[in-house]
């Protein structure tokens, strides 16, 4: 993919200003969009003085056009329970109109394709691990419908393209994520703890803490999303880590780090929250030779400077 024009949409996010990184190191020219409703502008302050990096601010739900592209990843939208059930509506419409705006891009300039879809796909899985042959079980109508269901449409729009256009598109499931430039205040399970840690604060656990959840470093991640854009694989492929955590676990290993001595207030789980949620990456391993490398405990120490700094900015 070196030395190709890529349009990354969601370019400000977490993992999209990640993968903007890792796109630019390959020697590529890239034009980032967002319209900054959950992207943060921060996260792409250290390009500023990149030549070969472009932003623009501006909403895919409408039809655009920045020019001729080689490739299209899409990464625009609300990506935790915090920001998609406050921007349901927008959330629907990214994961439609946005979708299909970016996909007649890539069908326009003959330019290659990758959505990134999601674990939430599954909804509260009655297979485990999932395999991406599990159709999922998702309450198409509940307070977390708007994303699952945005992200069910947008890999139907995806296949349709590939099927009816010959667009060379891609679909990556991905679960659970981490890393800097994380939300500090998104509702994720690790922000959310990492957060109230390093503040000294009572650790929120939902439910008894007994739901699993398996975190993937963010470089570990940009890394198997990348392989999968050069394949030849059309159908959903996960790429996730599949060390299976208890938020228990998880909240332990962080109190841990931390050096936190703080209590942990279990409070009533929200409805339709996974009960558990572990990838098979059987196809990332066979088909692009990836698998996660940074264990918890070390992508966890990896991040905690990010959230100090989040910490200290919340004092000034």
């Known amino acids: 993919m070196a030395s190709q024009t890529i349009l990354v949409t969601g370019a400000a996010g977490f993992l999209g200003s990640h993968l903007c990184d890792a796109l630019l190191a390959e020697g590529n020219d890239v034009l980032g969009v967002d319209n900054l409703c959950t992207g943060n502008p921060a996260n792409l302050e250290h390009l500023a003085g990149e030549t070969r990096f472009r932003f623009e601010e501006l909403d895919i739900c409408k039809p655009f056009d920045l020019g001729r592209v080689d490739f299209v990843f899409n990464f625009a939208s609300p990506a935790s329970p915090v920001d998609y059930m406050r921007l349901g509506i927008e959330t629907l419409l990214v994961g439609s109109a ?38 999922g079980n998702v309450n ?112 332990k ?17 929200p409805q339709d929250d996974p009960k558990q949620r572990k990838p098979d990456i059987t196809k990332a391993r066979t088909l692009l030779g990836w698998e996660p490398k940074v264990p918890l405990r070390e992508g966890l120490a990896k991040s905690l400077d990010y959230f100090k700094a989040c910490v200290e900015r919340e004092k000034q």
């Open 253 to 269: 290993e962080i109190q841990a780090l931390v050096g936190s001595h703080c209590e942990i207030a279990f409070q009533p789980l």
């Open 140 to 251: 198409p109508i509940g307070p977390r419908s708007v994303y699952d269901e945005a992200k069910r449409f947008s890999e139907a729009a995806v296949a349709a393209y590939h099927r009816y256009h010959g667009v060379n598109t891609h679909l990556v499931r991905i679960f659970n994520t981490y890393g800097p430039r994380l939300q500090a205040n998104d509702g994720r399970v690790i922000s959310n703890l990492m957060m109230q840690a390093l503040r000294g604060e009572a650790l929120t656990i939902y439910g008894d803490g007994s739901q699993t959840r398996s975190f993937c470093y963010c470089s570990d991640l940009i890394e198997g999303i990348v392989r999968l854009a050069k394949s030849d694989e059309h159908l959903p492929t996960n790429i996730g880590n599949p060390v299976e955590w208890t938020i228990l676990e998880c909240a």
């Open 98 to 135: 946005g979708t299909l705006n970016t996909l007649e891009l890539a069908k326009k300039y003959g330019a290659g394709y990758l959505h990134a879809s999601t674990s939430e796909c599954y909804g509260d899985p009655e297979v485990h691990p999932q395999v991406e042959s599990y159709w």
